[in-house]
């Protein structure tokens, strides 16, 4: 019971399990002599604290569990991952990738065996992600199209073919950019993608001379903006121009005055 109520807090970073967590890991470690789990217990300890925002003591913690796995050559591992993850939770995205990046590069050798594969796809998710997020848009095209070779869960596998739709566009790869945010909407778009797709797909669209589809795509995205925070006053600009490449003028003026009015 008590390493289940760990394992769910730290893989489902919530908060409330990771205090009961922290209950039962002084606990454990109380009883335990087994070295092996002591360090598994004071990695996911670090973890919890982490997860409650006290970056400090889990930083603290974290050394603490490096310092007891000390003769296990997956402990720095650990704790070079646990350092990127750490830095990401704070939101220092550059000091996160640059961390897992490295984690990657050190040990390339241990993260290559059957027993860290789930470390290594991890890892390789975030820099994924956090590319994307810092805008590093080429750098994050391979490492979305490796991902997409795992195992991954329907909104990760959504998310990664809508970032790559993001990466492409941002490239000027225009068919690229729709093709990829087209297999995202068929999948099923997440909550974060659910508005912004839409929208990229029709400058996707609009850039590929599909001038017809793209008009379709931001009449969605009006419909869809209020609830899903969509620039507005972008979407009427887009659909004033897309009016008149389809030679409708009046439609083109309205827009355009609807918009100078939000």
Known sequence: MSESVIQKAVEGND???????LGQ?????????????????????????????????????????????????????????STGLFSQREGKYAEALKG?????????????????????????????????????FQDAVPLLKEILSFDLDKEVRSKAL???????????LYELARDYFLQAIALGLTAEWSGTAHFYLGMAYFYTDMVQDAKREFLLCEQLATDHSLPIVDIYGWLSVICKRLGEASESDRYARIGKRN
């Open 25 to 81: 890991i002084e606990a454990l470690l109380g009883s335990s002599i087994d070295q092996n789990e002591r360090v598994c217990l004071l990695f996911s300890r670090a973890s919890c604290y982490a997860i409650l925002g006290d970056f400090v003591e889990a930083r603290r913690r974290l050394a603490m569990a490096l310092d007891e796995g000390s003769d296990d050559p997956n402990a720095r591992v650990s704790f070079d991952f």
């Open 100 to 136: 897992f990046s490295a984690t990657l590069s050190t040990h390339s050798r241990q993260l290559k065996q059957p027993d860290l594969r789930f470390m290594y796809e991890d890892i390789q998710q975030r820099r994924a992600f956090l590319s994307v997020t810092l805008s590093r």
């Open 15 to 21: 908060p409330d399990l990771a205090r009961e967590a």
């Open 162 to 172: 809508s970032s790559l739709g993001l990466c492409h566009l941002e490239l000027k």
